[in-house]
């Protein structure tokens, strides 16, 4: 166990100040990067057809709708010839994808298409209707586009109400924009009603979905949903006058794909940092622990901002002075609690700020925030922040129990302290210090300082609390704390 003294502390204190200013550098330093890692692997979209390819697992994953958004601003910043949306996908998240349809693809300012490369179902069916032109693959089908949970099941009648007359505007919006028969899409996602289109009948409590036969089918004077069957996007190009035109699939950069991984790891992120950040506290100098803790929540910020979410300066400038006021707590005003609980909250709020999608914050604001699932965006961050803050718990827990017997850890832990003289001497072991008595001279919340025989001590309250002054006794030590109770 180390025995920490008043000069002692003050020296962790200014070296975790130093870690903590460190941080802001690399977050910051990161941060300005963004733009070079974001193009520089990128191949121009100028004069060329951009392929975006939708697959089995792409419309239930957030982080493709975020790509997507970014493929579209790019295709009209750099002056592309056109869009394919390559389709091969069962479906996915309803109200990312009505996004989609009815925002993104409407701020396009070059022809849209979409290939049914197989099968564009449910979500799928919605992307392939707010593009400008549908092409089916000769196999293929599209439809069957009815509203569900996330899980799959039913939703209660209210809400269905809701959520259906919701998309039932966006269903008419979409088809008198591209021209379409709006019942069309009506019967793939509605059943309440029954729908004729020729000798294709949809009764009342079925789904409509088409063949490429039956989409490309005439039905009152045009194409019932599909223009025309192809076999390749080529072909596809080739109908619309395209062919000659570099074809281009859209990918995300590398940097994108280490931030949607980092994303999708921040609550492990979280764990490590504040586990690294113990043991730091519990080892000498600036070494393990800490550098444990920089890396894991530079790389969270890093990430999360890259992918888009609200981690920004603003938010990692929060995090710091909250570990700041927490430092202060524990080393220069222990027992008051406030700077503790002020830099607790900062922390709490800036992690959970920073994993926050900001394309989903900035369209509610346009949207409105009491439409359906407006808050949905909430829980991911709040679930990983639970788990984060969970594991760290346990993780520490572990440290306190197993580390002081790992070989490794009990070189890196001060376990003896210098006492006054040459320099030289050495106190006794500190299992010797079980049973010495004591003065706490801060309050014990429950950890702070008590001094014994002149030496002052970092130590906790078995009890979980200790006024200052009480006189208290040295209970156990486990290589990271010093318990004590209070002498009744």
Known sequence: M???????????????????????????????????????????????????EVGEKDLINKHAFKFWRRVIERVNAEEA???????????????????????????LKVPSYAFVNQKALSAGALVASGTDGIYMHPVSAIGAAALVNGNGTEIDEVMRSKIESAFDAYVRAVAESKERNADVLRAMMFREKEFEFGDIKVEKGELLSLTASEAAREFEGKPLLAKGIVKS??????????????????????MEKIAYWVTA??????????????????????????????????????????????????????FVIGVILV?????????????????????LVSLFMAMI??????????????????????????????????????????????????PLFNRLVMTRELVKGSGMEVSPDSSEHIGLRGKAITDLRPAGKGV??????????????????????????DGLRILVQELK
């Open 2 to 52: 180390r025995l920490t003294s008043s000069p002692i502390s003050q020296t962790f204190l200014v070296r975790l100040l130093f870690a903590a200013l460190m941080l802001t550098s690399f977050t910051t330093a990161a941060s300005a990067e963004k733009r070079v890692f974001g193009k520089s692997d990128e191949e121009s979209f100028a004069g060329k057809v951009v392929v975006i």
């Open 81 to 107: 010839q056109a869009v394919v949306f390559d389709l091969n996908t069962p479906g996915g998240l309803a109200m990312d994808t009505a996004d989609l349809i009815m925002v993104q693809l409407q701020k």
């Open 233 to 254: 996007i080529d072909e596809l190009l080739e109908k619309e006058g395209l062919s000659e035109y570099e074809v281009i699939i859209a990918e995300p950069s590398g």
């Open 265 to 318: 790891m921040s609550a492990v992120l979280i764990l490590v940092g504040i586990g690294g950040a113990y043991l730091e506290m519990k080892t000498p100098g600036f070494g393990l622990g800490g550098g444990i803790s920089l890396l894991a929540f530079g790389l969270f910020f890093f990430g999360n901002y890259l992918a888009g979410n609200m981690a920004g300066y603003g938010l990692m400038v929060l």
């Open 327 to 347: 430092i202060v707590e524990l080393f220069v005003i222990p027992g008051t609690l406030v700077a503790g609980i002020v830099g607790g909250v900062l922390i």
């Open 357 to 406: 999608d900001g394309y989903a914050f900035e369209d509610n604001s346009v949207r409105g925030w009491d439409t359906a699932q407006s808050w949905d965006f909430i829980n991911g961050p709040s679930l990983a922040l639970a788990i984060g803050l969970i594991g760290s718990v346990v993780l520490v827990l572990l440290m306190m129990k197993f580390l002081p017997s790992v």
């Open 452 to 477: 014994f025989e002149g030496k002052v001590l970092d130590v906790t309250a078995a009890n979980g609390f200790i006024e200052s002054g009480q006189e208290i006794v040295i209970l156990s030590e």
